[in-house]
């Protein structure tokens, strides 16, 4: 493919993706294939001589577009969202073009520079304390990792490391440094509610480290609270373990809960001071609902200054801030912390910038070496909406959730608010005489209106109640859209409740 | 950004990127701007109100591209390649288009199952043997990675779950089992060369075990050989360590050297039959070189077909295969391997497709959750170019690398090669009385060709010996290019050995 090749395949398919956009309701919303659909459809091998790109092309709509479910459709009310926006595909586009393993500053300075810039930028909107800012007092800075799962990781093995440097005595060598380490190891536990995003615990796998669920529950908004952290606590200094990390939640995955800052704070507080050997260093996953900080009202209701005492804090782009995937903001209080614990030299990244000191090199602040330059898409989301426009946005589909909620608190014939809404999303159930009879008729209507093939969302269990979560936060959806699932919701449960 | 407003935006970033292939020649290879250039340039906050994209697109070849080492530059012979074509850009394009966090099967099934055909199509392509392929005899398969650092942590992490699998006894429970982990734990050892990427120590570092490097050297080109390899092991076996983990690299960073891949898999039966519980997981890192392997020759000569013996197989198509980054496939022998050690469920994940065991959710193959559909740019790359298309740029930029290795030798008053040429890659120096003469001046050749702007090297230390990589292996590099290369490494050597 010369250039003219690629002008008009590549014109083609902005065009192909413009009708795509523009035409997305009309298709279903998840896709009905059958597992294996795709392989019957391809050749068992790679073609030997090369093909036009008329062909591959076609087979894009009549391949690829029956198995794909689409994330972008004003239907998909399911899980949260992960949306493009055209500025953003703009950016991974450039992206693409100006490819390069940017692992070291030198690489590319402008790969690492953007991102240091804009990461400070989104600080900034979200209203996050200074000491997250590359230009803070505490040397913090922020830096973008695949997802929130690569930054609660990156977070922990941090946090080890931390606590392992804090905790051994500095003056034991060789084998009875080993032995003092390989001790503490086995009495370190990384702590979790049981609403937290899988992500800690998979991480905590991965580091070998223990891992212990704080149980929370409904009398707590599925938050955690200082008095259950307390408790936690004393339980592990009773059996000899030692808590070196927490995840705090600000929207957790089932119900978008925000857990007790100011209260963690304070439990912790009397477990370790801040600030001495052997804090518990705490990661605040904002994932999803860290977006709607660009609102200043959510700031204050969030108590998002409370963070200052924490260690780390991640939202994702790609959810609710019209970024496509991959755009994971991880943000740390003292960069040095990511450095100490994942600094690995080798020769041949040898160079004078890196060699001098006077310059970020990113590799040192993540798991992989190499790095794409995904901060192109995020400076032209940010630049193209301004905040004021991502603010309008996050308004927006949130209040599409508060309106949902209103509609469905109006049928206590028919359902029942288990949750929310909180950051548009709502848990709800079908009402019943008993919680077997509300969760079989919950579990049928989320088949029924899921099989309609118009709409799409997903279930969580709260406390062995079945559960349907409705977000109404893609761009796409507006006002009409969330007034038809809730028509078909109403339809579906009344021939459920009254057959 | 409406439609018509995105398609306008996209059409010039099409001709901006096509122009600046056009003219790529024309730039210097390696950005020279001080650290701290960007942040002078842009304003410390995000815009209040959205910006046109005129303003927007005019910045990137204003405050971008200064900033940018061009890694698809004629001229860049550092590290090794990482260069986009325009099929895969195209890819990345679509992939951005259709943005989903798809990392359940029903997320998005093509996404999935493209990815297990085009990994299949890849695997036969490289004549890695059946039991790397998904309908293998051993239920194995390919999954892609950001990078050939996550495909390492992710084969270490299942590695230690299976060895502690087999090695602590089922019939522990409780604290007994905890503390026969934890002693396990202490014990266990990750293996490498002092030539193996330090990927492999980095992923030791996350996983909290310890590692221990096996010293290669010139005698034996740089690999690893079944002597040497008994020997760790035996010194293992006297420390009472217990090797669970070893990297074996096709093409290591520093001189492109091919590990004896039978001589390991001998040594390691001698230790532990392969098959038998303990047995020391191999992962082979043919992160670069790997994509040789298109070129049946290569598979010839690297005996490629003894990687059957080993666990897990990994290379970069964003290397040397002309896709853009990320594109890291990782092939594993016995797919269980990885789910059983990554596998964590979450209510909100649960959906029939996954709770019915009928497909492949490859977030249980990964450190992360969510995923980019990633294998399209792969697809498309293999069509367009076809692997007739593949093996001609492999050989074509294996023969640049060992005509400009023939000229080298053919000054002998002048250079001396250290390795190679091997994969492109030819490893020299200048020519000295002794080895402080030599370090000297081929530093000062080093500083002074790169000086020029016209080409980038990069530089490794062999055995005390500084020296210089040259790489021929970027698409847009002809012979003229390394002839010019050539002849301004002659014009400057000539200055610093006659001056």
Same mark, same amino acid.
């Given at each position: 493919m010369d250039s003219r090749g690629f002008r008009e395949a590549a014109i083609s398919s902005i065009d192909e993706i413009i009708n795509y956009f523009d035409n997305l309701d009309k298709r279903d919303v998840v896709s009905t294939v059958e597992p294996g659909y795709l392989r019957k459809l391809l050749p068992a091998e790679a073609p030997l001589e090369g093909e036009s790109w008329t062909d591959i092309q076609k087979d894009i709509e009549a391949k690829i577009m029956p198995g794909i479910t689409h994330w972008?459709?004003?239907?998909?009310?399911?899980?949260?969202?992960?949306?493009?926006?055209?500025?953003? @595909? &703009? *950016?991974?586009?450039?992206?693409?073009?100006?490819? %390069? !393993?940017?692992? /070291?500053?030198?690489?590319?300075?402008? $790969?690492?520079?953007?991102?240091?810039?804009v990461l400070d930028w989104l600080a900034k909107a979200l209203g996050l304390p200074e000491c997250f800012l590359s230009t803070g007092p505490t040397h913090g800075g922020g830096v973008i990792q695949g997802s929130a799962s690569e930054a609660v990781l990156t977070a922990m093995v941090a946090a080890r490391d931390k606590y392992l440097r804090e905790t051994v005595p500095a003056e034991l060598e060789g084998d009875a440094r080993e032995d003092?380490?390989?001790?503490?190891?086995?009495?370190?536990?990384?702590?979790?509610?049981?609403r937290t995003h899988s992500s800690t615990q998979?991480?905590?796998? @991965? &580091? *070998?480290?223990?891992?212990?669920?704080?149980?929370? %529950? !409904?009398?707590? /908004?599925?938050?955690?609270?200082?008095? $259950?952290?307390?408790?936690?606590?004393a339980k592990c200094r009773e059996r000899g373990l030692e808590p070196f990390f927490l995840t705090a939640t600000l929207g957790t995955t089932d119900t978008c809960a925000v857990d007790d800052f100011a209260g963690i704070a304070s439990a912790l507080a009397d477990h370790v001071p801040p600030g001495t050997p052997g804090e518990v260093w705490v990661h605040v996953d904002a994932a999803y609902a860290g977006a709607a900080l660009v609102c200043p009202e959510v700031q204050q209701a969030t108590r998002i200054a409370e963070v200052s005492k924490f260690h780390s804090f991640d939202m994702n782009m790609h959810k609710w801030l019209l970024t496509n995937f991959d755009a994971s903001c991880l943000f740390v209080r003292d960069r040095a912390w990511f450095v100490q614990a994942l600094s690995v030299n080798q020769a041949v990244y040898s160079n004078n910038a890196s060699d001098g000191g006077l310059v970020t090199d990113y590799r040192e602040w993540q798991i992989p070496l190499g790095r794409r330059f995904r901060s192109l898409k995020i400076w032209f989301v940010l630049r193209s909406f301004g905040v004021e426009g991502l603010r309008a946005y996050i308004r927006r589909t949130t209040q599409l959730g508060e309106e949902f909620a209103g509609w469905v608190r109006e049928r206590k014939d028919l359902f029942e608010i288990l949750t929310g809404p909180s950051f548009a999303l709502t848990v709800f159930g079908v009402v019943g005489k008993d919680e077997e009879e509300m969760n079989q008729r919950t579990r049928r209507l989320y088949e029924a209106v899921n099989a309609t093939g118009k709409m799409w969302v997903t279930s969580t269990v709260l406390d062995g109640r079945f559960a349907i979560r409705m977000v109404t936060s893609v761009n796409k959806t507006e006002r009409a859209h969330v007034e038809s699932a809730f028509q078909t919701f109403v339809e579906k449960a009344e021939d459920i409740v009254r057959p």
């Open positions: 972008q459709h004003p239907g998909f009310h399911a899980f949260f969202p992960c949306a493009a926006s055209y500025p953003s @595909i &703009l *950016g991974e586009l450039y992206s693409a073009a100006l490819s %390069g !393993a940017c692992f /070291n500053w030198i690489c590319s300075p402008a $790969v690492t520079e953007l991102e240091t810039v003092a380490i390989a001790l503490k190891r086995s009495r370190m536990v990384a702590l979790a509610t049981s998979k991480a905590a796998i @991965i &580091l *070998g480290v223990r891992f212990m669920t704080i149980p929370v %529950g !409904a009398d707590d /908004n599925y938050a955690l609270t200082a008095p $259950v952290l307390a408790a936690t606590l």
